[in-house]
């Protein structure tokens, strides 16, 4: 399960955030916010899409650009909500 | 002493923190009116030397023109300096309403409000519009005024990929429940100079009922065959439900801003928006000065000609010099560079041949994409943009990246 979760994220990611011709790979260490990939303006698509597919709200203090910054810091952040 | 050691402490740290990071802006002084030639004391108490100024948002050359200037004095000697008050209170003159007329009939639409600048428009404009059942879906690159005022906006934000068509209709289709749906796009990119696909945008907001918001600041006066700005040259007039713009660039470049569009939105802005409410009104000697630039640009589109030619000139000849510039047709050109200290190092030594330009790199562009970003202006002289071509060749040459594509300069200098 944990890794089907990773790999639906690091899919929405690409899709979301990554230009079709784009060189970058994600994976699941890769630095999202400060690797320049996501910024903090774009950063709502994911959190919005988080909060759909696992029906939870992450309250705006949980929202922060760490918890953000990899596919295993999101990862932790499901934690709390009990998704893994 | 309430300001304790421990928040000067921190204070200083946070500073430290931005020179640490590079990222530190440093003002320069400059001891003549705003114009394509300027005096500038740099670094603070060198002595003043004389440089061709090309990083100024003064496209039209309007900033220092006798004619404007000639109309602020006489703002001012006949509608005094200052109204301290609201516009709602008895902040409102008689040249403040044909202003807003004025700039209604240029750029095309139903109505238009004063703001005391475009970062106040934006900032005010959403929470107007917008509640928390509507949504916001904004490119990605938009001003980082649009980012602030939507902040302060209840309604539920979305973003799409930088003019990605696609990308918005994905955005489009997942909003379809939401009552109001707000498409909002800078008119020109800042950072690039390049162009809004508003046609499409148009398009698609037809398709699936949603409003569109342009910030046009990077345009107004310029852009189009009359110079109406972005919404002229895509040919969308009357298709754009808002524009917010600024006086501070083509239109006189001293401060002040505006909402322009559907008669029912500005009416709201004029009882809601809080920026404009609790801020005194634009100062008379601004009104009638913008007031005069638009009736300059108005009777004749000389000037924006000749921005037009000399953007044409100075990126046919940039290229041919073998620089890797952003293609476009903005006055807005980016000489792209990639690496940071390669951007700072070179518009240094532009600026000891007498050229000012400044590097940009990020957070301000993405990484990997630093770049000098010139400006032209209407205020350039052929002579002007000749010596910047030299200078830029000569420094160019000094650096080895003549003719260099992107991958060879960054292989030379790195990311």
Known sequence: ???????????????????????????ESTPLISGGIVDSFSMVSLKTFLEKKFSIKIPDDKATPEAFDSVNNIMNLLKEFNVT | MAYSDKARGYYDSEIKGIQGAGTFKEERFIASPQAANITVEFPAGAPHKEVLNFCANNYLGLSSHPDVVAAAHEGLKERGYGMSSVRFICGTQDIHKELEQKLTGFLGTEDTILFPSCMDANAGVFDVVLDKEDAMIADRLVHASIVDGMRLCKAQLFNYKHSNMEHLEEKLKETQDCRFRLIITDGVFSMDGDIAKLDEICDLADKYDAMILVDDSHASGFMGKTGRGTHEHCGVIGRIDVITTTLGKALGGASGGCVSGRKEIVELCRQRARPYLFSNTVPPVIVAAASKVIDIISNTTDRRDKL?????????????????????????????????????????DLYGEGIYVIGFSFPVVPKGQARIRVQLSAGHEKEHIDRAIAAFTKIGDKYKILGKKKNEIIEMYGL
């Open chain 2, 308 to 348: 037009e030619q000399n953007t044409i000139y100075f990126r046919e000849k940039m290229t041919a010099a073998g620089f890797d510039i952003r293609e476009g047709i903005h006055p807005i050109v980016p000489i792209m560079l990639y690496n940071a200290k390669l951007a700072q190092d070179m518009a240094r």
């Open chain 1, 1 to 27: 399960m944990n890794e089907e979760l990773k790999k639906t994220i690091i899919e929405y990611i690409k899709r979301e955030y990554l230009e079709e011709d784009a060189p970058e790979e994600v994976n």
